[in-house]
């Protein structure tokens, strides 16, 4: 088996494309949540609180034949992906367009405009609003099949549409896929956009946060009085490679990826298993051939749902005890579906590289229902950490545990 290093990472973010403006916002302590007035078209939805990208356009240099066919989210992942090739000193080598590289990404739908012109279309027949893009921009492998075609990629194609844990899935199969000598080089990643219809899904489902006038005060990941998740939107990617390609070209190593679990509950499409939780935890240190003793720290999937957090706790303390300093990004950001796993990764090691670790905001007092952890708060944490995990969940109980080592 291979080594796998990451000598690329970039995103698009509520908190910034860079890490410098990223992390001077996590440890301001304020999150990127806001009230959605337009969302007041909608009578029924409970929640208007969102965090979305402050100010998203398409750079000039993207030619019109290649954006026609994406959506937002497609356009968030190919720029994500730009920018994470760029740090990776690749983004003009035409090496990378010799089949050598390919893509493993993921989105937990494609975009909603054109699934609106479809449903036009049923309702009253009208195929006005229809193009010959509608359908390639609402697939969903859009933004796999995008960022490929973008920077002419003929290397192994490898959707990962599986809501919450699509990022992280698209970076552990990125991960397989050059340990098992199948390609030298892998984007991988997750993306999303915000729309009505995605937070409705978690609305009928009454896991939205309502606390719709005092935005700054929610999420609040494992805290006693959270009352739902917020939905967040952009994308990240990583720049995956052979370690010894990687030498060979003298790139920049951010972290090595030494483990990836993944499982499903195969119990209940949207209540979370511990058990299998933790199973998948197992499976990645098997994988990374570690001892739970190894890891220093656990971002974890941390949603601020009812159930979620409970389970999720357990689980971590049932693979290391109490003892494991945990936090949970998306109290800054919300909740980015698709492009959570690899966003949360791409921070996790960035926090690795400088032994900080940022706190979850509004945690003041755990939920006695939670498992007993040493959940980060306030200031933050400073840890010296070779060995931290990511972990993410969705739907139909998809589990995965991604673990990174860092280079020194």
Known sequence: ????????????????????????????????????????????????LACPLPDFAAPAHYPRKKTRSMGPVSLYSVRASELALTDAGLVDDPTIKDGRMGVAYGSSSGSVQPIRAFGTMLETGSMSDVTSNSYVQMMPHTTAVNVSLFWDLKGRIVPTSCACASGSQAIGYAYEMIAAGKQTLMLAGGAEELSGPAVAVFDTLYATSTRNEEPHLTPRPFDVARDGLVVGEGAATLVLEEYEHALARGAHIHAEIVGFGCNSDGAHMTQPSAETMAFAMQLALRDAQLAAEAIAYVNAHGTSTDRGDVAESHATAQTFGARMPISSLKSYVGHTLGACGALEAWWTIEMMKRSWYAPTLNLTQVDPACAPLDYIVDSGRTIDAEYVMSNNFAFGGINTSLIFRRVP
């Open 1 to 48: 088996m291979k080594r796998v290093v990451i000598t690329g990472m970039g995103g698009v973010t509520a908190f910034g494309n860079a890490w410098d403006e990223i992390e001077a916002k996590l440890k301001s302590g304020r999150n990127a949540v806001r009230r959605m007035p337009e969302w007041d078209y909608f009578e029924l939805l409970h929640t208007r």
